[in-house]
């Protein structure tokens, strides 16, 4: 195994605001699966969902704060420089290309992405360009909701992580992850409601948003 190439991992999202709910499971998964680099990959315009109410600017501030000192991580603002929507798929075909047929390529979602997977543009395309590396996330099922996605997540399904680095794309892994009950829309909500926000995103993040008056309004 000395000559292969690393797993690589990348995890999308919002970040509006990063908080612990994107970062614990995202490091548990790592010291099991023996990750050495995830890349965050904040979207530009979210397509299933209602844009963002910081500034790109201002989350990639947040990101950085975030994973500052963490050699875990790493920022890629690619989703950003564009003016279309930041389709999944089409990022994932770019760094395949970028990086070669032969890389180990995985995509971190969590258990509620899972489940929607199916409205996300060619969804059917992703297991030929990546692995989906998949967090457990508190309120949402196990099963998908049809036999027939469920039968698509079984066909996929891996326990044995060494095939996450030995092959390229293809493969489903249900991580054993912390359940963290965070999300963005609570931590917006509490923001505007003046509750403390301390253990749902890192201090540095929860000075940004003092600093900036973000989710205040
Ligand atoms: P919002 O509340 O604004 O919808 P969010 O908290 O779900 O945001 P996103 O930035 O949309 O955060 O999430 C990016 C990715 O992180 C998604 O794949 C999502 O499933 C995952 N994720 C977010 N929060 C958690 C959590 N608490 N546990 C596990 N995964 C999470």
Redo the contacts with the bound molecule.
């Keep these: 195994m000395s000559d292969a190439i690393p797993l690589h991992a990348l995890?999308?999202?919002?970040?509006?605001p990063i908080?612990f709910?994107?970062l614990r499971?995202a490091q548990a998964l790592a010291q099991q699966i023996n990750l050495q680099q995830i890349t965050l990959l904040p979207n530009n315009m979210p397509p299933h969902?209602p844009q963002p109410e910081a500034s790109a600017a201002q989350r990639v501030a947040m990101v950085e704060l975030a994973i500052a000192g963490n050699p875990l991580f790493q920022l890629d603002t690619r989703e950003l420089q564009r003016q279309t929507p930041s389709y999944t798929i089409e990022t994932l075909e770019a760094l395949r290309q970028e990086r070669g047929n032969a890389q180990p390529l995985g995509f971190?979602?969590?258990?509620?992405?899972l489940l929607t997977l199916h409205h996300w543009y060619r969804w059917q395309d992703l297991l030929s360009v990546c692995h989906l590396l998949v967090?457990?996330?508190p309120g949402y099922p196990q099963k998908m909701d049809t036999p027939q996605r469920q039968r698509w997540l079984d066909a996929h399904l891996t326990t044995d992580a060494t095939l996450l680095h030995r092959q390229p794309a293809g493969l489903i892994w249900l991580a054993e992850?912390p359940l963290?009950?965070?999300?963005?829309?609570?931590i917006r909500q509490r923001r505007r409601q003046g509750q403390p926000c301390d253990d749902l995103l890192p201090a540095a993040v929860i000075a940004y948003l003092d600093r900036h008056g973000l989710y205040r309004g």
Excluded: M, N
Aim: net charge neutral; proline share 4%; charged share 20%.
């Design positions: 995890l999308g999202g919002t970040f509006d908080h709910g994107h499971p969902r971190i979602i969590g258990q509620d992405s967090c457990k996330r992850t963290v009950t965070t999300s963005a829309t609570d």
